[in-house]
């Protein structure tokens, strides 16, 4: 979330870079009306609490020297009701700045295009050159399913559309890739591995930014506390949730490999054949916590190795920094 002191010293700033990413200003400016009735809210308590306790204290004086203190009795009375008032009132003030909170997005960095869709998006380099067939490439859909390895009409059987079941060579590979890239990324830079479980509840997926953002793209468990994983990012991000780090121990450089569910909520009509928007699918994350500041460096890193995956797979590849 962005920090309060951001918003509150320099909202027109924070309006115009969330601007680039389509967010209503109005929400910034909610904001501040809301902060602004907080505190308002807040000092007219405390006073009236400062009143609370002078009185009270004149009650104990008043009755050790023996005399009457019904009046100090029914002021007291009196505060606590107004109190009350302005606690449930902050109560729900605090509420509605959360739930504006959470939906305001990074500030996105000074260097990253803007635009509205892909074609603002700005290529930082490609690697290699793809490949010159002397003959008329198929699909992955139709090659996979032809040699046995990809099968979409049973995992239709099993589960319905956007699923697939991996068979013989098939599975063996997805296995392989999977264990070759943990080996790298443990073995060679510096990663633990970390099998997280395969639920998550509503904190870890706010703490991942994924909740309230992604809501309908993600499955909830009817009747339970629990979501199914949408990617390993969500319990690496909030494995340290909480919790104060040594910055001498930092960066901490995790990598996991999980199925991740996806409800694909919003992209149906698009990619309707093969692996590329399934319901289930496998991936292996890297995630790195770290400082602000090392932060830029740490997104560099993450780049290179995951390259480094594409590079030793003799794969052409684009590193591509995406538009606001």
Known sequence: MQSRDLLRERPD???????????????????????RERRAVLLESEALKQRRNEASKRIGERKRAGGDAAEEIASVAELKGEIERLDARLAKVDAALRDLEIRLPNLPA????????????????????PR??????????????RLGILDF?????????RFAVYRGAGARLERALATFMLDLHTGEHGYTEIIPPFLTND???????QLPKFAE???????????????????????????????AALPLRYTAFTP?????????????????????FNKVELVQITTVEGSAA??????????????????????VTLST
Not at 114 to 119: C, F, L, M, N, V
Not at 203 to 209: A, D, V, W
Request: with cysteine.
């Open 110 to 129: 000074e260097d990253v295009p803007i635009g509205e869709d892909e074609s603002a998006n700005r290529v930082e380099r490609v690697v290699g050159v």
């Open 203 to 209: 904190e870890s997926l706010l703490t991942s930014g």
């Open 13 to 35: 700033e924070v309006k115009a870079r969330l601007e680039g990413r389509g967010v209503d200003p109005a929400l910034v400016a909610g904001w501040g009306e809301l902060d």
């Open 298 to 319: 740490a997104l560099e890193e993450i780049t290179r190795q995951a390259g480094a995956v594409l590079d030793r797979l003799e794969l052409p590849y684009r590193v």
């Open 260 to 280: 991740c569910f996806r409800s694909e909520a919003g992209s149906y009509g698009r990619d309707v054949r093969g692996l590329i928007r399934l319901h289930q």
């Open 217 to 247: 793209d993600l499955f909830h468990l009817e009747g339970s506390p629990y979501w199914l994983v949408p990617t390993a990012e969500v319990p690496l991000v909030s494995l340290h949730r909480g919790e104060i780090l040594e910055q």
């Open 132 to 145: 010159d067939f002397d003959f008329e490439p198929q699909p992955h859909w139709d090659l996979g399913t």
């Open 153 to 161: 009409e049973r995992a239709a059987k099993l589960a319905g559309a």
